[in-house]
């Protein structure tokens, strides 16, 4: 199905072990961003590509990495996960600037770290 | 002063009011405005674009106030289904990627 997806939808770890937050996307859109939900916060930026090869630091980038070696795919590691990193992380996707257009939310990833 | 501030609610309104809401933002620069909304643990959804010129989808009307630099969405009629948080969402102006979303003002409709 066209769409935009991601896996694992709920994800248990423990301090210091990595994490990779799986994000997939059909329309070939250029523009894929990772945001974490936190109350009290609203949403924030963690990174975003603008293309394939090509990754750029928001808001709240330590202690994540992320990379594009495909248009569709987006992944999001935790290298070392922290209390402080228990969130809902939404991926999303424009089909040109994320500034101007339309993102498209995929469902979350609701991470607990214990 | 926030980048983008919203009254985080609840507005608490009866079926078939009328519930409007601002949201002010601080980057004189800034170029786009929008409104998404996001039900309870669900993912955000665009609602609407703001315009200059003020833009009308059904019962909901976005306004943009450049001069004050804050964005209202209204809408009249409320429904049961309206019950929702929405997100005020404004880019950054100077052409670029990226937008920032406010905390969200929590609507909840009552029977």
């Known amino acids: 199905d066209a769409g935009i997806t991601q896996s694992p939808r709920y994800k248990i770890t423990e301090t210091g072990r990595q994490v990779t937050l799986m994000c997939h996307q059909t329309?070939?859109?250029?523009?894929m961003f990772w945001y974490r939900q936190d109350l009290g916060h609203g949403l924030r930026l963690i990174y975003y590509?603008?293309?394939?090869?090509?990754?750029d630091k928001g808001e709240v980038p330590d202690g994540y990495v992320v990379s594009r070696s495909k248009t569709e795919n987006f992944p999001l590691t935790l290298e070392s996960a922290t209390r402080s990193q228990t969130s809902v992380y939404f991926c999303?996707?424009?089909?040109?600037?994320?500034?101007?257009?339309?993102?498209?939310f995929g469902p979350g990833t609701r991470l607990t770290v214990l | 002063r926030k980048e983008v501030e919203q009254d985080p609610g609840p507005f608490n309104v009866p079926e078939g009011a009328t519930v409007a809401f601002n949201c002010t933002y601080s980057?004189?620069?800034?170029?786009?405005f929008f409104w998404y909304r996001q039900d309870c643990r669900k993912e955000p959804k665009l609602l609407m674009s703001?315009?200059?010129s003020g833009n009308e989808d059904g019962r909901f009307t976005a306004q943009l106030n450049r001069a004050s630099q804050y964005i209202s969405l209204l809408i009249r009629d409320s429904k049961l289904s309206d019950s929702a948080t929405y997100l005020c969402?404004?880019?950054?102006?100077?052409?670029?990627?990226?937008?920032?979303f406010g905390k969200g003002t929590r609507l909840h409709i009552l029977p």
């Open positions: 999303a996707s424009s089909e040109s600037s994320g500034g101007y257009n339309e993102q498209f």
């Open positions: 329309w070939s859109h250029s523009y």
């Open positions: 590509s603008a293309a394939a090869d090509i990754t």
């Open positions: 980057n004189s620069a800034s170029q786009s």
């Open positions: 703001v315009y200059s």
């Open positions: 969402v404004v880019n950054r102006g100077n052409r670029d990627d990226k937008i920032i």
